[in-house]
């Protein structure tokens, strides 16, 4: 059975062309056009991954991301018209995996979509097979079958991609993973075309677990922090 996308965009033709695409890609398709089109939709016909737009009428793309996710955790691929950093941190931190800023190839869009439902795919599998026990770093601790962090006891909610980002760093805390080898770990994506995602997630995940957590090497990446 082919993986079920909800499309989420106000503009018709821009929604269109990425509805034929995904289409002739094999997947079965759902378009919305606002809002509460969006959050009906994804209740009647529960998608396996939603392409949501930022800029949305009735309540925005943040709102509609806010409310998908309290039902049930799906894959949220973000469009946002502006290549802004503030907006980017938003959509992370209110559930979305990934983004991609406007305008956009469709062949980069449907090569994020099949990352990002391949990589559903792998959580699921790695959860069945997480062996027993924790990974803890100090105050820190990651329950990896059961995909819970907890920062001093308090848990703390991550989206797959935080936790697996989270889980590739503290495979080795206190050693610097390249922005290439995070991507191609956690995004599989070889190569460096993605380094801005990286940096964006990071972000996002510092603000969850404590901005002192992850030390950021300058033109190199990132180190999970030991106490």
């Not at 190199?220 to 106490?227: I, K, M, N, Q, S």
Request: glycine letters at 8%; one cysteine or more; charged letters at 25%.
């Amino acid at each position: 059975m082919s993986p079920r996308i909800l499309i989420v965009e106000d503009e018709p033709t821009i929604n269109q062309a990425v509805a034929d695409r995904l289409t002739a890609e094999g997947f079965t398709v759902q378009q919305a056009f606002d809002g509460p089109g969006a959050v009906e939709a994804a209740l009647a016909w529960p998608p396996d991954l939603v392409v949501l737009d930022v800029m949305l009428p009735g309540y925005d793309g943040l709102e509609v991301c806010r409310r998908v996710q309290a039902e049930r955790p799906v894959p949220v691929l973000m469009l946002t018209a502006r290549d802004d950093e503030t907006d980017i941190l938003v959509g992370l931190g209110v559930g979305a995996d990934d983004y991609l800023t406007k305008p956009f190839s469709m062949r980069e869009l449907v090569a994020r979509v099949r990352v990002l439902l391949r990589r559903v795919e792998r959580a699921a599998e790695l959860a069945r097979h997480a062996p027993a026990g924790l990974i803890e770093v100090g105050a820190l601790t990651i329950d990896r079958a059961r995909r819970e962090v907890t920062v001093d006891g308090v848990p703390v909610h991550l989206t797959p991609t935080e936790f697996d980002l989270l889980v590739c760093l503290a495979g080795e805390p206190g050693t610097v993973l390249t922005r290439d080898r995070l991507l191609e770990e956690v995004w599989d994506w070889p190569g460096a075309a993605g380094t801005r995602t990286v940096d964006s997630h990071v972000k996002s995940l510092r603000s969850k677990i404590g901005a002192d957590r992850v030390r950021t090497v300058h033109g190199v990446g990132y180190a999970l922090e030991t106490p």
